[in-house]
């Protein structure tokens, strides 16, 4: 099974401040990865699939790269909205694998 | 617009069962995988299960497999989980997920608001 792992599991930000989040797969898995937003006692939000495309109606702030097996969220200027955790997710051969999260709270 | 409201979450003692169940709308449901994701009390997310979109393959979680079984029911656009012997280590918010897949990768583009099931004598 490929195993997904995140870092930083916790990251401390200011609002303007752009954050990077890096997810790493035990092997590669080209550009099938996908990152969600949960917020407490929510639903998670699809922001990105395939690696790089941004979901309708996600703010162009957000932006997924990466290919093979690392892969990075970047927010650019983040936003009062923004403070959540995020989950990166893998698909391979109807095993779906998501990592650990990271959680962005307020400096 | 599209909905997924799941219904059947509770209290259940250990070894019992029960049936969760998502009503879809706002789509056309026979057109799509569906998943059951959870999530275990302040931790990450996993995923359970998924049926194809006519219900001909199912596939599970090895933490599940021989315990639950997923279905759908197409002429009532609603998707089940049957969890069976059920353990403490399945407490968890259940969530159902719509699963478009593009160019061979699939991933959850909606979610239903989560129904928690918690397991304990």
């Known amino acids: 099974d490929i195993q997904m792992t995140q870092s930083p599991s916790t990251l401390s930000a200011s609002v303007g401040d752009r954050v990077t989040i890096t997810c790493r797969a035990s092997?590669?898995?080209?550009?099938?990865l996908a990152w969600y937003q949960q917020k407490p006692g929510k639903a998670p939000k699809l922001l990105i699939y395939k690696a790089s495309s941004l979901e309708s109606g996600v703010p162009a702030r957000f932006s997924g790269s990466g290919s093979g097996t690392e892969f990075t969220l970047t927010i650019t200027s983040l936003q009062p909205d923004d403070f959540a955790t995020y989950y990166c997710?893998?698909?391979?051969?109807?095993?779906?694998?998501f990592g650990p999260g990271t959680k962005v709270d307020i400096k | 617009q599209v909905q997924l409201v799941e219904s059947g979450g509770g209290v259940v003692q250990p070894g019992r069962s029960l049936r969760l169940s998502c009503a879809v709308s706002?789509?056309?449901?026979?057109?799509?995988?569906m998943h059951w994701v959870r999530q275990a009390p302040g931790k990450g997310l996993e995923w359970v299960a998924v049926?194809?979109?006519?219900?001909?393959?199912?596939y599970y979680a090895d933490s599940v497999k021989g315990r639950f079984t997923i279905s759908r029911d197409n002429s009532k656009n609603t998707l089940f989980l049957q969890m069976n012997s059920l353990r403490a280590e399945d407490t968890a918010v259940y969530y159902c997920?719509?699963?478009?897949?593009?160019?061979?990768?699939?991933?959850?583009?909606?979610w239903g608001q989560g129904t928690l099931v918690t397991v304990s004598s």
């Open positions: 092997q590669s898995i080209s550009s099938w």
């Open positions: 049926i194809w979109y006519d219900g001909s393959s199912k």
């Open positions: 997920a719509r699963v478009p897949c593009s160019g061979g990768f699939c991933y959850f583009d909606y």
């Open positions: 997710q893998q698909y391979n051969s109807y095993s779906f694998t």
């Open positions: 706002g789509f056309t449901f026979n057109s799509y995988g």
